[in-house]
């Protein structure tokens, strides 16, 4: 069975940082690309990064350029989004994302996605 487990989440204060973590397991996902959307409350998910397979390519939404960094670790199977300089826009469920095999190239849009973890929460204070 796929799983896509995040981990990192928490409440924090504008201007802080949290290192949100992917962990795999159930097939490899060292061969495929991954990404990072996020859900507000009464908004609909959206993207915030992806990364190709050999973290060669990677890719933000404009909201977050500047302040997130997607990495990733294909020998821990671990995907990690480093997001720095934290505003209370950035508060949301935020899910860690798989694409289907033989896709190594960073996307941004929900469909291209095959695996989903179930999230975990970021809360920024002001």
């Known amino acids: 069975q796929v799983q896509l487990v995040e981990s990192g989440g928490g409440l924090v204060q504008a201007g802080d940082s949290l290192r949100l973590s992917c962990a795999a397991s159930?097939?490899?996902?060292?061969?495929?690309?991954m990404g990072w959307f996020r859900q507000a409350p009464g908004k609909e998910r959206e993207f915030v990064s992806a990364?190709?397979?050999?973290?060669?390519?990677?890719d933000y939404a404009d909201s977050v350029k500047g302040r997130f960094t997607i990495s990733r670790d294909n020998a821990k199977n671990a995907v990690y989004l480093q997001m720095n300089s934290l505003k209370p826009e950035d508060t949301a469920v935020y899910y860690c994302?798989?694409?289907?095999?033989?896709?190594?190239?960073?996307?941004?849009?929900?469909?291209?996605?095959?695996?989903w973890g179930q999230g975990t929460q970021v809360t920024v204070s002001s």
């Open positions: 994302a798989g694409r289907g095999p033989g896709m190594t190239t960073p996307r941004t849009r929900e469909q291209d996605y095959d695996y």
């Open positions: 159930g097939r490899t996902f060292n061969n495929v690309a």
């Open positions: 990364i190709s397979w050999h973290a060669y390519s990677t």
